[in-house]
């Protein structure tokens, strides 16, 4: 039976509901382990928090699915929807989550499946999350609520405006660009270590700019305060502030009744210490990840958060491990276990799988990136006329550099590709012209959306621009100052089309979202005199137009976009034009939680696995190793490792010199040979071995030396 308080009353549920739940029969396509995962803790009609539970999900283990089912179980076992928290990686997987969760609880539910899930409104990213509390608590926090969020662009150029103020700008020795200045500044809110030790850790070649780096950073805290706005990194700190206040700790804990937390291991400490506030002692936690898995250290994220969660608490958290994948075949997991197995410290574990096969992933020994380039296009098409479609496989890389090569070669042979991790939605430059519309109008002392909005206009320059700005924060009400504010001398009529626009956005007579809509209109002549591809850049204005429909409030459509924007279109790298088919390029990072039938992995060589750059440290090292095993267990069917003899480094073309000799990647050494096929390319008798350099050695420094004898 379900318990009152979810909106559903016991006449109507318990004659439907009880034979199913005695049975629990939507729990049967679980296996073992995940059944043991979604049971944890919960008893019929008891929506007492259960102890804390740590998922160990591997590689292809159904992770998601098994998440899915622990909620709708909570839900079917009388947990409060609106009382549970839910914490992914992005908001699009939080919207899936909610898909899921629905399906399986329809199974008891049947009707009223659709108003329960509709209650989990608390689902979505640690830092969408953080907005909406924040916002709840502005007042006891004394922060404006009408605050608005910078993106890392926006942060990093009001970081500049109080970098050029402080006189940093002009310094004899160069000053730390805005950019390695916002990095710092973030990796030391989010992995909460002081200053010095960041610089001497990531960051030593600005160890002799503390004193400097302290005053811009106050400066720039001071900065947005001034005009309310935060960044990215401000949701978790705030929240965590608020969190270190007990009495606010225990109000912001106590309602959640559970709470649940998606691909721990990518967290940073920020947010564990967030966590711990929540739910000190643990009861109603849930954490779910893989420790072999954690591969984003840039963004301070630490594989610790996951190591330790169990020993944080008294009694330990139970540990349940998904070991079943039912992704790759049984040899290919055989090689990622092998990889994975020489690590430093992990939790045991050894993926297994039900998908047994004779083939072998491959090692491929090939002369150089070129040679590269031409066997992955080879395999693809072979690939291919086997009837695997070219979405079905994918390359991937250590950095986007890599795969220049292939791309010239994938053009040249006129295959369709796609490659992941370019441009997103909100780095467009004409989509953050219109964000900042938006944001400006929101909030009139958001500095950074005012200087570059004024900026587009023909005769406005940063003199002028900052003239305005200045005059509008002067005044209590800043729009009607900017309608009274003299236009600047060289856009008179630009400038007056720019307030009227501002005005009547603010009015809000036009209603939300036909207000974009507008924005849109006065942004459109604009957006021809700037960009030669406007038609395509306009298609992306009125998607934006199409996305703003789905928000209830201009506030939520900008703080929602701004933490999770969608993929752009006309920045998209390498869009297809020739065929619905194209094969897949793809950073490893960018193809973390995917998976295809044929995957190929560029440069699996010391220098590039890992990179030169990244064997500093052993911790360094142990996240190579681990980017290694998330790139060989996309694999479905079909593993390549290519491993070029010779490459050529730091972004060299093959018409450089500084190429290097290398050397198999040092995460297989010959003890795990064996569990490979060695091949190598050109394949004899193939066009490409009958082009292949001929097998001729002399000595060329003796016959020159024998010239003048």
């Not at 308080?5 to 629990?24: F, K, N, Y």
């Not at 098994?66 to 549970?84: N, W, Y």
Request: with cysteine.
């Amino acid at each position: 039976m379900i318990a009152n308080r979810t909106g559903i009353s016991e006449r109507d549920s318990s004659p439907r509901i009880a034979p199913l739940l005695a049975s629990a029969a939507y729990l049967d396509t679980l296996n073992p382990e995940q059944r043991a995962a979604v049971e944890h803790g919960v008893r019929e009609r008891d929506t007492t928090p259960s102890a804390p539970l740590l998922v160990i999900a591997g590689a292809g283990s159904g992770k998601t699915n098994t998440l899915a089912h622990r909620v709708a179980h909570l839900i079917v076992h009388g947990a409060d929807p609106r009382r549970i928290l839910l914490m992914t990686f992005s908001r699009r997987a939080a919207s899936e989550m909610g898909r899921r969760v629905e399906r399986i609880a329809r199974k008891v539910l049947g009707n009223n499946a659709g108003v329960m899930t509709d209650a989990l409104s608390w689902a979505g990213t640690f830092h969408g999350i953080g907005a909406r509390l924040l916002r709840d608590y502005a007042e006891q926090i004394g922060l404006d609520p009408a605050f608005t969020i910078h993106d890392r662009e926006d942060s990093a150029d009001l970081m500049n405006l109080i970098r050029h103020e402080l006189g940093f700008s002009k310094t004899e020795n160069r000053f730390p660009t805005k950019g390695t200045c916002l990095s710092i500044y973030s990796r030391c809110v989010n992995a909460e270590m002081p200053l010095e030790q960041v610089l001497g850790a990531n960051f030593p070649w600005c160890a002799g700019w503390a004193a400097e780096l302290r005053d811009l950073f106050a400066g720039y805290v001071e900065a947005k305060q001034k005009q309310n706005v935060l960044d990215y990194d401000d949701l978790l700190l705030y929240w965590a502030q608020m969190a270190g206040e007990p009495q606010l700790a225990a109000h912001l804990g106590g309602r959640f009744d559970h709470v649940l937390v998606d691909e721990y291991q990518d967290t940073n400490r920020l947010q564990s210490t967030i966590l711990m506030a929540l739910k000190p002692q643990g009861h109603g936690l849930t954490v779910v990840g893989d420790d072999a898995q954690s591969i984003y250290s840039f963004r301070a994220a630490t594989v610790r958060n996951i190591l330790d969660f169990p020993t944080q608490f008294s009694p330990p958290a139970t540990i349940v491990t998904l070991d079943r994948n039912y992704r790759s075949t049984q040899p290919i997991l055989a090689a990622a276990n092998g990889v994975i197995g020489l690590a430093r410290e992990r939790f045991t574990k050894n993926l297994r799988t039900e998908r047994e096969s004779s083939a072998k992933p491959q090692i491929i020994t090939i002369r150089d990136e070129a040679d590269q380039a031409r066997a992955i296009v080879e395999h693809v098409l072979d690939h291919r006329e086997g009837g695997a479609r070219l979405k079905e496989q994918a390359v991937l890389f250590r950095t986007s550099s890599h795969s220049g090569p292939l791309e010239i070669e994938l053009t040249r042979r006129n295959i369709p590709f796609v490659k992941f991790g370019g441009l997103k939605f909100l780095d467009a430059a004409h989509v953050k012209d219109m964000l900042a519309l938006l944001r400006f109008i929101e909030n009139p002392r958001d500095r950074v959306a005012g200087f570059r909005l004024m900026q587009l206009l023909p005769g406005v320059g940063p003199a002028s621009a900052q003239k305005a700005l200045d005059h509008m924060i002067a005044s209590s009400d800043p729009i009607t100052a900017l309608a009274l504010a003299p236009s600047p001398p060289r856009a008179a009529h630009d400038w007056r089309g720019f307030v009227d626009v501002i005005s009547e956005i603010k009015s809000g007579r036009a209603g939300w979202p036909a207000e974009l809509e507008l924005a849109r209109q006065w942004y459109e002549p604009h957006l021809d005199r700037i960009h030669e591809d406007a038609p395509t850049r306009r298609a992306d204005l009125i998607q934006l137009e199409s996305i703003a429909a789905g928000y209830p409030s201009r506030e939520r459509f900008l703080t929602e976009l701004t933490l999770d924007p969608p993929d752009a279109t006309s920045d998209q790298s390498g869009v297809p034009l020739l065929d619905d088919d194209y094969l897949i390029l793809s950073t490893i990072h960018s193809a973390k939680g995917q998976e295809w039938k044929s995957v190929y992995v560029l440069n699996v060589v010391d220098g590039c696995m890992p990179s030169d750059l990244g064997t500093g440290t052993s911790a360094e090292i142990e996240e190579e190793r681990r980017l290694l095993y998330v790139a060989m267990t996309r694999a479905k069917d079909d593993l390549h490792l290519m491993v070029p003899q010779r490459f050529f480094t730091h972004g060299q073309q093959s018409n450089g010199d500084r190429h290097v000799y290398a050397s198999r990647t040092r995460f297989i050494p010959d003890a795990l040979l064996h569990l490979f096929e060695r091949t190598s390319w050109p394949r004899a008798g193939s066009e490409a071995a009958r082009s292949a350099m001929p097998n001729v050695r002399f000595d060329i420094n003796s016959r020159m030396r024998a010239v003048w004898r």
